[in-house]
């Protein structure tokens, strides 16, 4: 087919703005996964208990056997496996603050075995050689995607999946209330789903091509930096912070469930959204109890591109007021 030329617009978009553009580019950081298990002879792979369901769904999806294991309290490897030739070892660089842990140890011990999930890490720049996933829309407003860098040889980039219907709560959300548009926004996640391994859509690789990432990376730094400021004294997650590179959120871990809870609550009622990392953790019987924990007392505050120095004011305020700390 020629290329078309002249005639309506399109949405105007920046090019040339891809932090990755190597990478394979799916529908989803899970369907990343699947590809990169289903082209390497791996038999079983180790993943974390502390992970959202639908990866080890995908693990087993690809005939692979999936090892649970646990962690401690930095969210670190209680004990570091014994891997066989045919093993993987998947870690999540946890909103975005592990990056040197996996450097620094897992990259060390585990090197050719070691899968990277920068799902909750975007601005973390993937390990020479480590193959790393990553699921863009958890950071900017895109109704797809998943990128896979430095996947083996073989994989093939899949054609790019559905766009149409797809858009409804990202434009909703522009114009209205995100409450009127949180169904829509459900919608799109089902969908994606039930999609299967497919590539990213061409309007979500235009749009990621179009953000200025360098932006997004500084406001969230400075975002967290003042949260933690104001909340650090009740926050019982103390891994070194120190450097990061624009983290999903900003991690505080109360005291107990029943606070965390209060808060939870008081926040919604003022309509901050907060996350749980993840509700299925809570279901699975065979969580450890430091998940089980992690889960219900941790709560992953927004520190977005959207949000100033205002709004984090506001969220630490909230806290301290129903915590009685301030
Ligand atoms: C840590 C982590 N990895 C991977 C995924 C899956 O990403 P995607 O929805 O792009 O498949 C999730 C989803 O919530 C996640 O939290």
Same mark, same amino acid.
């Given at each position: 087919?020629?290329?078309?030329?002249?005639?309506?617009?399109?949405?105007?978009?920046?090019?040339?703005?891809?932090?990755?553009?190597?990478?394979? !580019?799916?529908? $989803?950081?899970? $369907?990343?996964?699947?590809? =990169?298990?289903?082209?390497?002879?791996?038999?079983?792979?180790?993943?974390?208990?502390?992970?959202? $369901?639908?990866?080890?769904?995908?693990?087993?999806? !690809?005939?692979?056997?999936?090892?649970?294991?646990?962690?401690?309290?930095? +969210?670190? =490897?209680?004990?570091?496996?014994? @891997?066989?030739?045919?093993?993987?070892? #998947?870690?999540?660089?946890?909103?975005? #603050?592990? &990056?040197?842990? #996996?450097?620094?140890?897992?990259?060390?011990? /585990?090197?050719?075995?070691?899968?990277?999930?920068?799902?909750? !890490?975007? /601005?973390?720049?993937?390990?020479?050689?480590?193959? %790393?996933?990553?699921?863009?829309?958890?950071?900017?407003?895109?109704?797809?995607?998943?990128? +896979?860098? *430095?996947?083996?040889?073989?994989?093939?980039?899949?054609?790019?999946?559905?766009?149409?219907?797809?858009?409804? !709560?990202? +434009?909703?959300?522009?114009?209205?209330?995100?409450?009127?548009?949180?169904?829509? /926004?459900?919608?799109?996640?089902?969908?994606?789903?039930?999609?299967?391994?497919?590539?990213?859509?061409?309007? %979500?690789?235009?749009? +990621?091509?179009?953000?200025?990432?360098?932006?997004?990376? &500084?406001?969230?730094? $400075?975002?967290?930096?003042? @949260?933690?400021?104001?909340?650090?004294?009740?926050?019982? /997650? %103390?891994?070194?912070?120190?450097?990061?590179?624009?983290?999903?959120?900003?991690?505080?871990?109360?005291? *107990?469930?029943?606070?965390?809870?209060?808060?939870?609550?008081?926040?919604?009622?003022?309509?901050?959204?907060?996350?749980?990392?993840?509700?299925?953790? #809570?279901?699975?019987?065979?969580?450890?109890?430091?998940?089980?924990?992690? &889960?219900?007392? =941790? @709560?992953?505050?927004?520190?977005?591109?959207?949000?100033?120095? @205002?709004?984090?004011?506001?969220?630490?305020?909230?806290?301290?007021?129903?915590?009685?700390?301030?």
């Amino acid at each position: 087919m020629h290329e078309a030329m002249g005639g309506y617009f399109e949405m105007e978009l920046r090019r040339g703005h891809q932090p990755f553009p190597d990478a394979l !580019a799916f529908n $989803s950081a899970r $369907s990343g996964f699947q590809a =990169l298990l289903r082209s390497r002879d791996i038999h079983r792979v180790f993943m974390p208990h502390f992970l959202c $369901s639908v990866m080890p769904q995908a693990a087993r999806s !690809a005939g692979v056997e999936v090892v649970e294991y646990g962690l401690n309290d930095q +969210l670190e =490897l209680v004990i570091l496996p014994q @891997l066989g030739e045919n093993d993987a070892l #998947l870690y999540v660089d946890y909103f975005g #603050l592990k &990056t040197h842990y #996996l450097r620094n140890v897992l990259a060390e011990h /585990f090197y050719a075995h070691l899968i990277v999930d920068n799902s909750q !890490a975007l /601005f973390a720049a993937p390990l020479d050689g480590v193959p %790393t996933l990553y699921s863009p829309r958890k950071f900017v407003g895109v109704p797809d995607g998943g990128w +896979l860098v *430095n996947g083996p040889a073989g994989i093939e980039q899949p054609e790019p999946g559905a766009f149409v219907g797809r858009f409804d !709560a990202l +434009l909703g959300r522009l114009g209205d209330a995100p409450e009127a548009h949180y169904a829509d /926004f459900q919608k799109t996640e089902q969908a994606l789903g039930l999609e299967g391994i497919s590539g990213m859509s061409r309007v %979500t690789a235009r749009l +990621l091509d179009s953000i200025d990432y360098d932006s997004v990376k &500084t406001r969230r730094q $400075s975002n967290f930096n003042r @949260l933690h400021d104001a909340l650090s004294s009740i926050n019982r /997650f %103390t891994p070194a912070f120190g450097e990061h590179a624009g983290a999903l959120c900003y991690p505080v871990l109360l005291e *107990n469930a029943a606070g965390a809870s209060a808060v939870r609550e008081a926040l919604l009622k003022q309509r901050v959204f907060v996350p749980c990392y993840w509700r299925e953790v #809570l279901e699975n019987p065979e969580t450890p109890p430091l998940e089980r924990d992690m &889960t219900e007392r =941790l @709560l992953a505050l927004p520190i977005d591109q959207r949000c100033g120095p @205002l709004q984090m004011d506001r969220l630490a305020s909230i806290i301290h007021q129903t915590l009685r700390t301030a």
